[in-house]
């Protein structure tokens, strides 16, 4: 809008940019570098990836796929611990089989999520597993949308960036030991008003 009310541009010219991006010319090459950048054309990569990665999870819903999985899991999943390491490990798996971080947080909290409930965990703790095995462990996976983007943008390969990534793999770690121990892992208030032990 700026664009069009200061310096007389029309609407077609802005969704011109807006799709293909501008490229500047100040005379100053990194200047150049750092404000020419491609516009909606130049992200259909990753956005590809999250096109087919949502389809592939509507799929794996829709023909059951996914109740009979979490069958199988919950029906190991019969301790905390293990309900966390499921949890955990499925985000994990989803990231690497589905390439999609989105469907790493969405297709476990409706697996689990019943489980926690009967389990008598608040879903904070579902939430904290999700972010900790699906959104933490998404930039480590290089064929998955957050990793190819942070190739793409950073040019650095997520495989090179992974050991550093300390906080990325000691949150997984960390989430792991909660289960186990029970620390952090908040129980839901029964109707007498008494935490359950």
Request: glycine share 10%; net charge neutral; proline share 4%.
């Given at each position: 809008?700026?664009?069009?009310?200061?310096?007389?541009?029309?609407?077609?010219?802005?969704?011109?940019?807006?799709?293909?991006?501008?490229?500047?010319?100040?005379?100053?090459?990194?200047?150049?570098?750092?404000?020419?950048?491609?516009?909606?054309?130049?992200?259909?990569?990753?956005?590809?990836?999250?096109?087919?990665?949502?389809?592939?999870?509507?799929?794996?819903?829709?023909?059951?796929?996914?109740?009979?999985?979490?069958?199988?899991?919950?029906?190991?999943?019969?301790?905390?611990?293990?309900?966390?390491?499921?949890?955990?490990?499925?985000?994990?798996?989803?990231?690497?089989?589905?390439?999609?971080?989105?469907?790493?947080?969405?297709?476990?909290?409706?697996?689990?999520?019943?489980?926690?409930?009967?389990?008598?965990?608040?879903?904070?703790?579902?939430?904290?597993?999700?972010?900790?095995?699906?959104?933490?462990?998404?930039?480590?996976v290089p064929w998955n949308s957050c990793?190819?983007?942070?190739?793409?943008?950073?040019?650095?390969?997520?495989?090179?960036?992974?050991?550093?990534?300390?906080?990325?793999?000691?949150?997984?770690?960390?989430?792991?030991?909660c289960g186990i121990t029970g620390w952090?892992?908040?129980?839901?208030?029964?109707?007498?008003?008494?935490?359950?032990?």
């Amino acid at each position: 809008m700026a664009a069009m009310l200061l310096q007389g541009e029309s609407l077609a010219q802005l969704l011109i940019v807006a799709y293909d991006g501008y490229a500047a010319h100040t005379g100053n090459a990194a200047i150049d570098t750092l404000l020419t950048r491609g516009g909606m054309s130049s992200m259909y990569g990753t956005i590809g990836i999250i096109i087919w990665a949502m389809c592939f999870g509507g799929i794996m819903e829709r023909s059951g796929m996914l109740g009979r999985l979490a069958e199988a899991i919950l029906s190991v999943a019969r301790t905390r611990a293990r309900l966390v390491a499921a949890t955990l490990a499925t985000s994990l798996g989803i990231n690497l089989a589905a390439a999609d971080q989105y469907l790493s947080i969405i297709v476990p909290g409706r697996m689990y999520r019943p489980a926690y409930a009967r389990m008598g965990l608040e879903p904070k703790n579902l939430s904290r597993c999700l972010e900790d095995g699906g959104t933490l462990t998404s930039p480590l996976v290089p064929w998955n949308s957050c990793g190819a983007y942070m190739f793409a943008t950073l040019g650095v390969f997520p495989l090179a960036y992974l050991p550093f990534a300390f906080f990325n793999l000691s949150n997984f770690a960390i989430s792991l030991i909660c289960g186990i121990t029970g620390w952090t892992m908040t129980r839901t208030v029964p109707e007498s008003g008494h935490t359950e032990s």
